[in-house]
C-alpha cells in the first residue's frame, strides 16, 4: 500500500512508531514516578452533618489561650461522619481557645495517607503539625514524631488502654497518644440461632463451624446465596487482621512475636487449615474477594448468618433486612491448649510533627482531640471506639456501641517490625488469600516464614 | 499543498521541511518535560537503592539481578501478558465486526454509533465496581440469574475463585469497556475505504465474504495496526480494573500493580523503577514487533 511520504522524511509507519514508543514511556514514566501519593489537600468541610449536637467545652481552654492566635494545621479523617464530628471539635476549640485549626482530610486508604504523610516528614517539612497515625505506623514514623511524654501527664496517659500507649511507645518515647479504636467482633443472626435450636453464640471456631453448617443446610434450599459466615478474604490489610484473629485465638502467636518469625508452628497451621475448610462449604468461595464492604452487604441483606467485622457495622440496626435479628458477640477462641478469643486491634492516634513551629499550641490540640469528652462525643455521633476504658464505661456510649460491653482480648499486629510492616503484612495477607483459595497450607507457611525472615533480617 | 508552484524546487522542501520542524516543536517540548525528563529520572533511579525517607546509593545493576530472581515479578508479567493477548485478540475481532456493522447504512445508525462509547465514557473505577457487584457470589445479579431466574447452574459461581476464572472475568469487563474504542478507530479505517474499489471489486463478481477479505481486511490494516497498538499499549499498563477487583492478591498482580506497591506501599522507589524499566522495554518490543510485521507485510 501506499505511503505517503512526509516532506521531512518521517513516513507515516515510523511516526506511528515514535508516537507510540514516546506515549508508552510517558505513561509508565507516569506510574513509576509517585503514583498515587495521597496529598491531603481535597475537600474538607462537605460533609458536616446537619443534626451534629455540640462538642463538649475545651476544658485545657485556659492553657490553650496562651497560644490564641498561633495557627495548628491538623490531619483529620478524610470522610464520614468522622470528618463532621473532627470539625465541629476543631470549631469548638478554635472558638473557646483563640488558636486557629486549619483541618487537612485524609485520603480514604491509610497506606496512603502514610504516604502522604511520610514524605511530608521525610522532608523535614513543619506542617500537618499534629498527624493522625494508624496504629501500625508508629513504628515506622517515631523518628518524626515528638516525645508526649513530659508534654502530657502521667495520669493523662494512663488513661488509655495500657496496650495502645504500648504500641505508641517507640524506644520509650510516646510518640503518639491514642485517639480511638477498633477491634474485630463476630456478629451473629439471634433469629436464626434460635430457629436452628442454639441458645448462645459459639465460643469456638469449630463450634461456629458446626452451627453455620446447620444453618446454612436449612436456609440455602429457600435462599441459593445464602452462607454460614462471612468475612474479609480479600488481598489487603483486613485478612491479615482475620488471619491474626485466626492465629492468636489458636495460641499460635502473632506471625512475629519479639523480632522472630513465629508462624511455623503447628497451632497457626491448624487455624489456617480450619479457615480454608470454610470456603466453598460455609463460606461463599468468592469470600477471597470480600472486603469490609462485601461482608458487611452479604450480612446486611440476610445472606449470612455470621459476620466477622469491626464495631462500624452496628449501623445495620439502622434500616437494613436484619435490623433487630442479630447480635454482636467476642470472635470465637481456638479449640486448643490455651486457645482464647482474640481481636485484631485497629485504631488511631494522634502525634505531633518534630518539626512543628508551634508544639505547644500543637499539644493542647492534641489534649482537646484526645479528651475523654472528645472521645464520648465521637464515640456517640460517630461510633468511634473511645481507646479510653472510663469513656467506654460511660453510659451513654455503651447505649451507642452495644458491643463494647462484651470482653475483648486485643491483639496487636506485628508493627515492631517498624517500616517494613507494609511488606511483612503484603506477604502474609497474599499467602492466606492462596490457603483460602486452595494452595497447601503447610508448604504455605513455610514460604510465608521464610519471606518474613527476609524482611525481620 | 498539492498545487506545485511553477519552478518551485528542492528549496521549496526544505522549507516546508523547517516548518514542519518549527510546527512540531512545542510539542516535542512538552514532550521532553512531561515524558523525557520523568522517563530519564526512573531509568536513573532504577540504577539506586531508593527509598520514601532513606537514602539513595547508586547500586549497579543490582535492581535488575533482584528482579531475575523474584518469582513475583514473573508471575506479575505473565499475568500482564495473558491479559493482553486475550483481550486484544477478542477485541480487535469484534471491533472489526462491530465497525462493519456500524459502516452500513441503517435507522438509528448515529444513535448507535454515540451510544456504543458509554462503556468506554465511564471512569473505570466506577464501572468495574460495578462489574463486581454484579459478579458477587452471594449478591450479584449473574448468579441470581443463573441460579434462581434461568435455574442454569445448581450453585452460584465464583467467577473470581482460581486464577483462571479471574482472568477470564477480568479480561470479559476489559473487552466490554474498550472493544468500542476499537471499532472507532476501525470505521475511521473503513470510511477512508474508496467505495469504487468495492464496487468494481462487486462488479466482478465478487461475494461479500470475498471483498471483506480480499478488500476490506488488507485496505483496513493501517487502522488496525493503530489500534492493536493502543491496545496492547494499554493492556501491558493495566491496574485499574485488576486493582479494583482483586486487589493486592498476588496470581493477579499485574506489572503496574507491583510497581505500585513496591514505591508506594513499600517506598521502594529504586526497585519499583528497575520493574518500571524492565515494563517499557517490553511494551517496546511489543510495538517493535507489531510496526515489524506491518513492515513486513507492505512489502
Given at each position: 500500500m501506499n505511503e505517503m511520504v512526509r516532506p521531512d522524511g518521517i513516513g507515516r509507519r515510523s511516526f506511528i512508531r515514535l508516537g507510540a514508543v514516546g506515549l508508552g514511556a510517558t505513561l509508565l514514566a507516569a506510574c513509576g514516578d509517585g503514583n498515587g501519593i495521597g496529598g491531603g489537600t481535597t475537600g474538607g468541610g462537605g460533609a458536616s452533618a446537619p443534626a451534629l449536637p455540640?462538642?463538649?467545652?475545651?476544658?485545657?481552654?485556659?492553657?490553650?489561650?496562651?497560644?490564641?492566635g498561633t495557627t495548628v494545621v491538623t490531619d483529620i479523617p478524610?470522610?464520614?461522619?468522622?470528618?463532621?464530628?473532627?470539625?465541629?471539635?476543631?470549631?469548638?476549640?478554635?472558638a473557646e481557645t483563640g488558636v486557629k485549626i486549619k483541618t487537612v482530610p485524609l485520603p480514604k486508604s491509610t497506606s496512603d495517607?502514610?504516604?502522604?504523610?511520610?514524605?511530608?516528614?521525610?522532608?523535614?517539612?513543619?506542617?500537618?503539625?499534629v498527624l493522625l497515625v494508624d496504629l501500625i505506623y508508629p513504628p515506622a514514623l517515631a523518628g518524626y514524631l515528638l516525645d508526649l511524654k513530659g508534654r502530657l501527664t502521667e495520669a493523662e496517659v494512663a488513661?488509655?488502654?495500657?496496650?495502645?500507649?504500648?504500641?505508641?511507645?517507640?524506644?520509650?518515647?510516646?510518640v503518639a497518644y491514642p485517639w480511638y479504636g477498633g477491634f474485630g467482633r463476630l456478629y451473629y443472626r439471634t433469629d436464626l440461632l434460635r430457629k436452628y435450636g442454639f441458645s448462645a453464640p459459639p465460643k469456638t471456631w469449630t463450634e461456629l463451624t458446626d452451627m453455620a453448617t446447620k444453618i446454612q443446610a436449612g436456609e440455602k434450599a429457600a435462599n441459593k446465596a445464602f452462607s454460614g459466615y462471612v468475612f474479609q478474604g480479600n488481598a489487603y490489610e483486613g485478612l491479615t487482621c482475620n488471619a491474626l484473629e485466626w492465629v492468636a485465638s489458636y495460641n499460635g502467636g502473632t506471625f512475629i512475636d519479639d523480632r522472630t518469625v513465629s508462624i511455623d508452628n503447628p497451632n497457626a497451621i491448624a487455624a489456617l487449615k480450619l479457615a480454608q475448610s470454610w470456603i466453598g462449604k460455609i463460606a461463599p468461595s468468592g469470600v477471597t474477594t470480600f472486603t469490609e464492604d462485601e461482608a458487611h452487604s452479604a450480612f446486611g441483606a440476610g445472606n449470612a448468618a455470621f459476620m466477622r467485622n469491626w464495631e462500624y457495622a452496628q449501623d445495620l440496626d439502622k434500616g437494613s433486612a436484619v435490623a433487630g435479628k442479630f447480635a454482636v458477640a467476642p470472635l470465637p477462641a481456638g479449640a486448643v491448649a490455651g486457645g482464647k478469643t482474640a481481636a485484631a486491634a485497629g485504631g488511631w492516634a494522634v502525634a505531633v510533627n518534630k518539626n512543628s513551629k508551634s508544639p505547644d499550641a500543637a499539644v493542647e490540640w492534641l489534649r482537646y482531640l484526645t479528651s475523654p469528652g472528645a472521645q464520648a462525643y465521637r464515640a456517640v455521633n460517630s461510633?468511634?471506639?473511645?481507646?479510653?476504658?472510663?469513656?467506654?464505661?460511660?453510659?451513654?456510649?455503651?447505649?451507642?456501641?452495644?458491643?463494647?460491653?462484651?470482653?475483648?482480648?486485643p491483639v496487636a499486629r506485628p508493627t515492631q517490625i517498624g517500616g517494613k510492616y507494609n511488606e511483612a503484612s503484603t506477604v502474609i495477607f497474599q499467602a492466606v488469600n492462596a490457603m483460602l483459595r486452595g494452595s497447601n497450607v503447610e508448604s504455605g507457611v513455610r514460604k510465608m516464614a521464610g519471606d518474613l525472615r527476609g524482611l525481620v533480617g | 499543498m498539492s498545487?506545485?508552484?511553477?519552478?518551485?524546487?528542492?528549496k521549496l522542501a526544505t522549507r516546508q521541511a523547517r516548518l514542519a520542524w518549527l510546527l512540531i516543536?512545542?510539542?516535542?517540548?512538552?514532550?521532553?518535560?512531561?515524558?523525557?525528563?520523568?522517563?530519564?529520572?526512573?531509568?536513573?533511579?532504577?540504577?539506586?537503592?531508593?527509598?520514601?525517607?532513606?537514602?539513595?546509593?547508586?547500586?549497579?545493576?543490582d535492581n535488575y539481578a533482584t528482579l531475575l530472581h523474584d518469582a513475583a515479578f514473573r508471575s506479575a508479567t505473565w499475568i500482564t501478558i495473558e491479559f493482553t493477548a486475550l483481550t486484544v485478540a477478542v477485541e480487535a475481532v469484534l471491533g472489526v465486526i462491530l465497525a462493519v456493522a456500524l459502516n452500513q447504512a441503517f435507522a438509528g445508525r448515529g444513535a448507535m454509533r454515540a451510544l456504543l462509547l458509554v462503556p468506554f465514557a465511564i471512569i473505570n473505577v466506577i464501572s468495574v465496581s460495578i462489574w463486581k457487584l454484579m459478579f458477587n457470589q452471594s449478591y450479584g445479579v449473574f448468579n441470581d440469574l443463573l441460579v434462581d431466574k434461568l435455574h442454569l447452574a445448581d450453585q452460584p459461581i465464583d467467577f473470581f475463585g482460581t486464577r483462571t476464572a479471574a482472568l477470564l472475568s477480568v479480561s470479559a469487563i476489559d473487552v466490554w469497556k474498550t472493544t468500542p474504542f476499537?471499532?472507532?478507530?476501525?470505521?475511521?479505517?473503513?470510511?477512508?475505504?474508496?467505495?469504487?474499489?468495492?464496487?468494481?471489486?462487486?462488479?466482478?463478481?465478487?461475494?461479500?465474504?470475498?471483498?471483506?477479505?480480499?478488500?476490506?481486511?488488507?485496505?483496513?490494516?493501517?487502522?488496525?495496526?493503530?489500534?492493536?497498538?493502543?491496545?496492547?499499549?494499554?493492556?501491558?499498563?493495566?491496574?485499574?480494573?485488576?486493582?479494583?477487583?482483586?486487589?493486592?492478591?498476588?496470581?493477579?498482580?499485574?506489572?503496574?500493580?507491583?510497581?505500585?506497591?513496591n514505591i508506594v506501599d513499600f517506598g521502594k522507589a529504586g526497585y519499583g523503577s528497575a520493574i518500571s524499566v524492565v515494563t517499557m522495554l517490553l511494551i517496546a518490543v511489543f510495538v517493535a514487533l507489531y510496526v515489524g510485521l506491518n513492515a513486513r507485510a507492505n512489502k
Amino acid at each position: 500500500m501506499n505511503e505517503m511520504v512526509r516532506p521531512d522524511g518521517i513516513g507515516r509507519r515510523s511516526f506511528i512508531r515514535l508516537g507510540a514508543v514516546g506515549l508508552g514511556a510517558t505513561l509508565l514514566a507516569a506510574c513509576g514516578d509517585g503514583n498515587g501519593i495521597g496529598g491531603g489537600t481535597t475537600g474538607g468541610g462537605g460533609a458536616s452533618a446537619p443534626a451534629l449536637p455540640a462538642a463538649p467545652a475545651v476544658s485545657n481552654a485556659a492553657a490553650a489561650k496562651k497560644y490564641s492566635g498561633t495557627t495548628v494545621v491538623t490531619d483529620i479523617p478524610g470522610f464520614g461522619t468522622e470528618l463532621a464530628t473532627t470539625e465541629q471539635l476543631a470549631k469548638q476549640f478554635e472558638a473557646e481557645t483563640g488558636v486557629k485549626i486549619k483541618t487537612v482530610p485524609l485520603p480514604k486508604s491509610t497506606s496512603d495517607a502514610y504516604a502522604g504523610d511520610q514524605r511530608l516528614l521525610a522532608a523535614g517539612q513543619a506542617t500537618p503539625d499534629v498527624l493522625l497515625v494508624d496504629l501500625i505506623y508508629p513504628p515506622a514514623l517515631a523518628g518524626y514524631l515528638l516525645d508526649l511524654k513530659g508534654r502530657l501527664t502521667e495520669a493523662e496517659v494512663a488513661l488509655s488502654y495500657p496496650n495502645l500507649i504500648g504500641v505508641n511507645t517507640i524506644d520509650s518515647r510516646l510518640v503518639a497518644y491514642p485517639w480511638y479504636g477498633g477491634f474485630g467482633r463476630l456478629y451473629y443472626r439471634t433469629d436464626l440461632l434460635r430457629k436452628y435450636g442454639f441458645s448462645a453464640p459459639p465460643k469456638t471456631w469449630t463450634e461456629l463451624t458446626d452451627m453455620a453448617t446447620k444453618i446454612q443446610a436449612g436456609e440455602k434450599a429457600a435462599n441459593k446465596a445464602f452462607s454460614g459466615y462471612v468475612f474479609q478474604g480479600n488481598a489487603y490489610e483486613g485478612l491479615t487482621c482475620n488471619a491474626l484473629e485466626w492465629v492468636a485465638s489458636y495460641n499460635g502467636g502473632t506471625f512475629i512475636d519479639d523480632r522472630t518469625v513465629s508462624i511455623d508452628n503447628p497451632n497457626a497451621i491448624a487455624a489456617l487449615k480450619l479457615a480454608q475448610s470454610w470456603i466453598g462449604k460455609i463460606a461463599p468461595s468468592g469470600v477471597t474477594t470480600f472486603t469490609e464492604d462485601e461482608a458487611h452487604s452479604a450480612f446486611g441483606a440476610g445472606n449470612a448468618a455470621f459476620m466477622r467485622n469491626w464495631e462500624y457495622a452496628q449501623d445495620l440496626d439502622k434500616g437494613s433486612a436484619v435490623a433487630g435479628k442479630f447480635a454482636v458477640a467476642p470472635l470465637p477462641a481456638g479449640a486448643v491448649a490455651g486457645g482464647k478469643t482474640a481481636a485484631a486491634a485497629g485504631g488511631w492516634a494522634v502525634a505531633v510533627n518534630k518539626n512543628s513551629k508551634s508544639p505547644d499550641a500543637a499539644v493542647e490540640w492534641l489534649r482537646y482531640l484526645t479528651s475523654p469528652g472528645a472521645q464520648a462525643y465521637r464515640a456517640v455521633n460517630s461510633a468511634d471506639v473511645p481507646a479510653q476504658p472510663g469513656v467506654a464505661a460511660l453510659p451513654e456510649v455503651q447505649t451507642a456501641l452495644p458491643a463494647l460491653k462484651q470482653e475483648v482480648n486485643p491483639v496487636a499486629r506485628p508493627t515492631q517490625i517498624g517500616g517494613k510492616y507494609n511488606e511483612a503484612s503484603t506477604v502474609i495477607f497474599q499467602a492466606v488469600n492462596a490457603m483460602l483459595r486452595g494452595s497447601n497450607v503447610e508448604s504455605g507457611v513455610r514460604k510465608m516464614a521464610g519471606d518474613l525472615r527476609g524482611l525481620v533480617g | 499543498m498539492s498545487v506545485r508552484p511553477p519552478g518551485a524546487g528542492p528549496k521549496l522542501a526544505t522549507r516546508q521541511a523547517r516548518l514542519a520542524w518549527l510546527l512540531i516543536a512545542p510539542t516535542l517540548a512538552v514532550t521532553a518535560v512531561v515524558a523525557l525528563y520523568p522517563a530519564v529520572t526512573t531509568v536513573y533511579r532504577s540504577f539506586t537503592d531508593d527509598t520514601f525517607g532513606g537514602t539513595s546509593h547508586w547500586i549497579g545493576l543490582d535492581n535488575y539481578a533482584t528482579l531475575l530472581h523474584d518469582a513475583a515479578f514473573r508471575s506479575a508479567t505473565w499475568i500482564t501478558i495473558e491479559f493482553t493477548a486475550l483481550t486484544v485478540a477478542v477485541e480487535a475481532v469484534l471491533g472489526v465486526i462491530l465497525a462493519v456493522a456500524l459502516n452500513q447504512a441503517f435507522a438509528g445508525r448515529g444513535a448507535m454509533r454515540a451510544l456504543l462509547l458509554v462503556p468506554f465514557a465511564i471512569i473505570n473505577v466506577i464501572s468495574v465496581s460495578i462489574w463486581k457487584l454484579m459478579f458477587n457470589q452471594s449478591y450479584g445479579v449473574f448468579n441470581d440469574l443463573l441460579v434462581d431466574k434461568l435455574h442454569l447452574a445448581d450453585q452460584p459461581i465464583d467467577f473470581f475463585g482460581t486464577r483462571t476464572a479471574a482472568l477470564l472475568s477480568v479480561s470479559a469487563i476489559d473487552v466490554w469497556k474498550t472493544t468500542p474504542f476499537v471499532a472507532l478507530l476501525l470505521l475511521a479505517g473503513l470510511q477512508s475505504i474508496p467505495a469504487d474499489v468495492q464496487e468494481a471489486a462487486q462488479v466482478d463478481g465478487a461475494g461479500p465474504i470475498r471483498r471483506f477479505f480480499a478488500i476490506t481486511l488488507p485496505l483496513l490494516r493501517p487502522a488496525l495496526l493503530v489500534a492493536l497498538v493502543f491496545r496492547t499499549l494499554d493492556a501491558l499498563r493495566v491496574f485499574d480494573v485488576f486493582y479494583v477487583l482483586f486487589g493486592a492478591r498476588a496470581d493477579t498482580t499485574t506489572m503496574s500493580i507491583y510497581i505500585e506497591q513496591n514505591i508506594v506501599d513499600f517506598g521502594k522507589a529504586g526497585y519499583g523503577s528497575a520493574i518500571s524499566v524492565v515494563t517499557m522495554l517490553l511494551i517496546a518490543v511489543f510495538v517493535a514487533l507489531y510496526v515489524g510485521l506491518n513492515a513486513r507485510a507492505n512489502k
